[in-house]
Structures are given as C-alpha cells and as structure tokens.
C-alpha cells in the first residue's frame, strides 16, 4: 500500500467503512433528511423568483441580525434551506447533499439536525452580537452587517463537517476545513466567514464537552472492573 493509499485508508477509513454500506444497501432511503433538505432548498429557490413568493420565503426564512430575537429563532430553522439570493443555487444543493448526506449517515439524522440547528444559531447570534458592540470593538461588526439577510446552508455545513471529523478522527480534513475559513476571513473578511468561524467555535465547544464525557466514562469503567484508569 503506498503513501498516499495509507493515508486515505487511516484519514477516510472508518467514515467509508460507515457511509458505503449504507449507500449500497439502502441508496436514497439512508438519506431521507438531506433529500429533504435539497427539496425545501430548491422550493425555495423557485419561490423567491416569483412576485408571489419572495414575500413567503421573507417571512418564513429570511434572517437578519436587526431582527427581534424571537423572530430569528423562529425563521432559523427554515432559514438553513433558503438559498442566498445572491450566489447560484446549485452551490447550496451540492453542500446540502455532499455533507448534509454524510452526516446523515454518519451521525444520524437527529444529531446532524441538531448540529446544523447550533451552527446556523451561532452563527446568527454572533451577527447579533458583532452589530451590538460595533466596529471599534474586538468582533465587532458595522451597523450595515444587521441588513444583510442571513440564509443559506454554509454555516451549518461547515460546522457538520468539523463535527463529523472529530467523531471519526477524520483530524486533517478537520485541520483543513478550520483553516480554510480563517483564510477566507482574512482574505474576504464579510459576515459569512466571520459566522463560518463562529459556527466552528460552537461545535468544538461541543466536541470538547463529547470527549470529556467519554472520558469520564472510559475512567468509571475502569474503576468498576478494577483496572488503572486508561490512558489517552
């Protein structure tokens, strides 16, 4: 086996070894959420580029920092599934079924839903906050940053695919997808990056407290059988 065959092998391995069986076994059944989610995605899409529908999609799913707190938290959730008006929707159909549907597998749809739920919430809450504090402040946004509509899967899919590498050690790829949005901020410092970087932070606070409940189980099981506690 050659380098490079070695390290996909030790990197994908065990997500493979998950997803593939699935896939096979039961195609399009394993993934009922994400097929979910591309058909609210692309029902949006067509609504917004009505006359007739662009006001339903506004007051279902449009998200705005300058918004009422209730409000947001009662759009975000539909607010994941309606394509940027402003970016070409393919893009957010491709996300949705690429990573969406992994998770889905991987994970399982009741967790990828609620990681995608706290990603899109940080990221939303953080623009709240930003706008709050204003631009002289550290993480501080300009007043305009509270207009912009806050749509789209982006940070939601950016956080699943932190939190799907960190549970099957997928550790470059996560390396690479965190440093990938730190670049994006730097070289184009606008409020999506700046909530990809606040819904990553979210979910490793989550990865965080997840390894040191394993830990602390790992360690009541081994005093219950008698053994030295185990080492990380």
């Known amino acids: 086996m050659n380098t490079a065959s070695a390290f996909a092998r030790r990197e994908w391995g065990p997500l493979y070894d998950t997803v593939q069986p699935a896939l096979v076994t039961k195609r399009w059944r394993a993934i009922p959420l994400t097929l979910t989610g ?69 994970i399982g749809p009741r967790r990828t839903l609620a990681i995608a739920y706290l990603s899109t919430l940080a990221g939303t809450t953080y623009a709240r906050i930003g706008v709050a504090v204003g631009p002289g402040g550290p993480f501080g946004l300009p007043a305009s940053d509270g207009e912009i509509v806050d749509t789209g899967p982006s940070a939601a899919v950016v956080g699943l695919a932190v939190f799907v590498c960190y549970r099957y050690q997928c550790w470059v790829t996560a390396a690479l997808v965190i440093v990938a949005m730190i670049v994006e901020v730097i070289v184009k410092p606008n409020l999506a990056g700046k909530e990809h970087l606040a819904a990553i932070a979210a979910v490793l606070v989550v990865c965080a407290v997840d390894a040191m409940r394993k830990r602390r189980q790992g360690f009541g099981a081994d005093r219950r059988s008698g053994l030295p506690p185990m080492r990380s």
Request: aromatic share 12%; charged share 10%; glycine share 6%.
């Open 38 to 106: 591309i058909a609210l995605t692309a029902l949006f899409y067509l609504l917004q580029h009505q006359s007739w529908g662009l006001r339903l999609v506004h007051d279902i799913g449009f998200v705005r920092a300058e918004d009422p707190l209730w409000l947001t938290l009662l759009r975000t959730p539909l607010s994941l599934f309606v394509p940027a008006l402003d970016l070409p929707v393919w893009g957010a159909l491709v996300q949705i079924l690429l990573v969406f549907g992994l998770a889905e597998i991987a």
